[in-house]
T-cell receptor
Framework: NAGVTQTPKFQVLKTGQSMTLQCAQD?????MYWYRQDPGMGLRLIYY???????DKGEVPNGYNVSRLNKREFSLRLESAAPSQTSVYFC???????????????FGPGTRLTVT | AQTVTQSQPEMSVQEAETVTLSCTYD???????LFWYKQPPSRQMILVIR??????QNATENRFSVNFQKAAKSFSLKISDSQLGDAAMYFC????????????FGQGTRLTINP
């Protein structure tokens, strides 16, 4: 049981390049999330997916797109990277019950992205 | 919108002593969850403790306990018998009881343990 996995662990991009961050979970969770963490700050939500087939914007969605590929996988795409997107990106997942009750979020190890 | 504030950017404590990290939050909702997460240098986010707002009893997990003051919107974390492995960034976080599931984080407190 690997929990939440993220690839890659590190990435350096030039301004204007694109890339996709991958996230997968093996806990049969139905909700998944992408956060970013800037130096000296807490995590901020970029996008989330409450269940397979749905996605919603979080606090800081501009410059990003997401795809909930299936129940296990949730990817984050930067179409045209900018230096302001230099950050550490965390994926997380949680179980959401039929009554709407949600449980703890489990986090992946993070991806450190630098845009020059 | 909900906000979470941690007013102590850094704290330090002697090994084996007790330290308290502060957190305040703002919400108009009556039901919600509050969390403390630990982030060691490895960057992994580790859940330390959870408190449901509808529970009056303060949550406890071994050496970690909280002081939840709902009326004051205060949620502090007490670490007893501090150990070197407790050194990390600590984040307070808020989540609605139902509906939107996002966690709202504070800015974090860096805890140093002095041997």
């Amino acid at each position: 049981n690997a929990g939440v996995t993220q690839t890659p662990k590190f990435q350096v991009l030039k301004t204007g390049q694109s890339m996709t961050l991958q996230c997968a979970q093996d806990m049969n969770h139905n909700s998944m999330y992408w956060y970013r963490q800037d130096p000296g700050m807490g995590l901020r939500l970029i996008y989330y997916s409450a269940s397979e087939g749905t996605t919603d914007k979080g606090e800081v969605p501009n410059g990003y797109n997401v795809s909930r590929l299936n129940k296990r996988e949730f990817s984050l795409r930067l179409e045209s990277a900018a230096p302001s997107q230099t950050s550490v990106y965390f994926c997380a997942s949680s179980y959401r019950g039929t009554s709407g009750q949600t449980y703890e979020q489990y986090f992946g190890p993070g991806t450190r992205l630098t845009v020059t | 919108a909900q906000t979470v504030t941690q007013s102590q950017p850094e704290m330090s404590v002697q090994e084996a002593e007790t330290v308290t990290l502060s957190c305040t939050y703002d919400t108009s909702e009556s039901d919600y969850y509050l969390f403390w997460y630990k982030q060691p240098p490895s960057r992994q986010m580790i859940l330390v403790i959870r408190q449901e707002a509808y529970k009056q009893q303060n949550a406890t997990e071994n050496r970690f306990s909280v002081n939840f003051q709902k009326a004051a919107k205060s949620f502090s974390l007490k670490i007893s018998d501090s150990q070197l492995g407790d050194a990390a960034m600590y984040f307070c976080a808020y989540r609605r009881f139902q509906g939107a599931q996002k966690l709202v984080f504070g800015q974090g407190t860096r805890l140093t343990i002095n041997p």
